[in-house]
């Protein structure tokens, strides 16, 4: 199903953040070294989202975070080279987010995390007017984990209803939704259209093990659920069942899975506003998804 859509462009509200992206061949030695290739790049659910949306070939896409003042331009010059609009609040008292990515053999990344200025993000910040030429609003979960960000999030939910823009939020993180208690979350993304959470996210939202279990059931209170599955693809479901299921890309040497989620999220929704319907949409999702774990980060290659 599609619906109607108030202009082309995607209007981000999510997060930046500074990745430390530590690539690691053996297991980690407790209380000494252990050998492994280290970057520091530019990161963040929302910021990769808008850039693979930029990737797939959406023209106009905008990311509203906030950013610490001492690498705000850095943060700015990188996202407007990857084409998207980079609408930064800088923050003089508190650093951007910094993220440890711990990512081992076999690509699988975890993280320690610094939310820095992201959950400082202010209704202040927010002007419906970023909505203006939009056709799509989608919300980093990252926000609905703190009071202040949360704010933001819901007045820019509220205000993208009112004009007729469909909205999407990607639940961000299991452990911090479990902090929070996934009922709670429910409520806070009451009345987005789309829902995009990974398997253990969804597993976490519905109490339901299997995803296709899970993305029907979140489906009763999304209008459409998109559950990612990693290397197995996406589950489709809307009206309390499963609609589609879509294969992954295989990927042959898997580098770092660091953002592979946003990459697929990106893909999506520039689908969408391209014209495609959702198994369409999740295919270029599954794309882009293969394509970002054959990088360090979780950006699209410049």
Do not use: K
Request: net charge negative; aromatic share 4%; glycine share 12%.
């Amino acid at each position: 199903m599609n619906l109607p859509v108030a202009g082309s462009g995607l209007l981000v509200v999510g997060d930046v953040v500074t990745d430390v992206v530590a690539r690691h061949g053996s297991a980690l030695a407790h209380g000494t070294d252990t050998a492994a290739r280290i970057r520091s790049l530019p990161g963040g659910a929302g910021a990769n989202v808008a850039s693979w949306a930029v990737r797939s070939g959406c023209t106009e896409v905008a990311l509203l975070a906030r950013v610490g003042v001492e690498d705000a331009d850095w943060h700015r010059d990188a996202l407007e080279r990857a084409g998207v609009r980079a609408l930064l609040a800088v923050d003089e008292e508190v650093a951007t987010a910094t993220v440890i990515a711990l990512v081992d053999a076999t690509a699988e990344r975890t993280f320690l995390t610094d939310s820095g200025a992201v959950l400082r993000l202010a209704t202040d910040d927010f002007a419906p007017s970023m909505l203006d030429g939009m056709g799509w609003l989608h919300l980093s979960g990252y926000l609905l984990f703190a009071a202040t960000s949360r704010a933001t999030a819901q007045l820019a939910l509220r205000s993208a209803r009112e004009r007729g823009v469909p909205v999407s939020v990607d639940p961000a993180s299991a452990g911090f939704l479990a902090e929070l208690d996934p009922q709670r979350f429910l409520e806070f993304a009451a009345g987005a259209e789309l829902l995009l959470p990974n398997a253990d996210e969804a597993r976490l939202l519905t109490g339901l093990p299997e995803p296709g279990e899970a993305a029907a059931e979140l489906s009763r209170t999304f209008p459409r659920v998109v559950v990612t599955l990693g290397g197995r693809g996406a589950v489709l479901a809307a009206g309390g069942a499963v609609t589609g299921w879509v294969r992954a890309r295989p990927v042959r040497d898997p580098v770092d899975s660091t953002g592979a989620g946003d990459a697929f999220t990106g893909g999506f929704l520039a689908a969408l506003l391209a014209g495609a319907d959702d198994e369409a949409a999740a295919l270029e999702g599954c794309r882009c998804g293969a394509e970002a774990v054959t990088a360090v980060g979780g950006r699209p290659p410049l």
